[in-house]
T-cell receptor
Framework: AQKITQTQPGMFVQEKEAVTLDCTYD???????LFWYKQPSSGEMIFLIY??????QNATEGRYSLNFQKARKSANLVISASQLGDSAMYFC????????????FGKGTSLLVTP | DVKVTQSSRYLVKRTGEKVFLECVQD?????MFWYRQDPGLGLRLIYF???????EKGDIPEGYSVSREKKERFSLILESASTNQTSMYLC????????????FGPGTRLTVT
């Protein structure tokens, strides 16, 4: 069975600083996909970034990048140059082939960006 | 622009009532999902469907059922609502490609009193 662990319930970062949100996972599948989603207080889930297990390079999308360390089974999200609008819950998730490609989510990290 | 819509953003129901949560997607996606979100627990899968009239139980199906009569619509049914079903309910859809993101609806915050 898959498991996603996010060990930081809450994080603070100052505006314009970089922040790393941790995610570790456990799976026996050789092929898997990892996702990060952002959930602002309004409640919608916003897709940020995807990393495939066989991707040669770490994924990047604008200010978001993934520090993917396959041997350590970690996929940490790095947000560079934090903005006030980055304050939200962040969820790491892994695709589950046995559930129609549903996502197994971690419990999330609440990020607060301060001026 | 891709879209997943849910019938209500907020819903208040009484214990014992039958509750219908509707989800519609306009992307012709095969797979659809219902999740429940509770503080400190993340999102948990209730049911999923990979085709019309097909449904499979997720991790927490007890107390819920689903219906998928058309490809674009996936309904979650609480046969007899209970207070422990007070939660945020999120619908999502995805095509069958492994690498594709999941598209979420805005969520329904259900309160059962």
């Amino acid at each position: 069975a898959q498991k996603i662990t996010q060990t930081q319930p809450g994080m603070f970062v100052q505006e314009k600083e970089a922040v790393t949100l941790d995610c570790t996972y456990d799976t026996s599948d050789p092929s898997y996909g990892l996702f990060w989603y952002k959930q602002p207080s309004s409640g919608e889930m916003i897709f940020l970034i995807y990393q495939g297990s066989y991707d040669q390079q770490n994924a990047t999308e604008g200010r978001y990048s993934l520090n993917f360390q396959k041997a350590r089974k970690s996929a940490n999200l790095v947000i560079s140059a934090s903005q006030l609008g980055d304050s939200a819950m962040y969820f790491c998730a892994m695709r589950d082939e046995d559930s129609g490609y549903a996502l197994n989510f971690g419990k999330g990290t609440s990020l607060l960006v301060t001026p | 622009d891709v879209k997943v819509t849910q019938s209500s953003r907020y819903l208040v129901k009484r214990t014992g009532e039958k509750v219908f949560l509707e989800c519609v997607q306009d992307m012709d996606h095969e797979n659809m999902f219902w999740y429940r979100q509770d503080p400190g627990l993340g999102l948990r899968l209730i049911y999923f469907s990979y085709d019309v009239k097909m449904k499979e139980k997720g991790d927490i199906p007890e107390g819920y059922s689903v219906s998928r009569e058309k490809k674009e619509r996936f309904s979650l049914i609480l046969e007899s609502a209970s207070t422990n079903q007070t939660s945020m309910y999120l619908c999502a859809s995805t095509p069958r490609e492994f690498w594709d993101e999941q598209y979420f609806g805005p969520g329904t915050r259900l309160t059962v009193t």
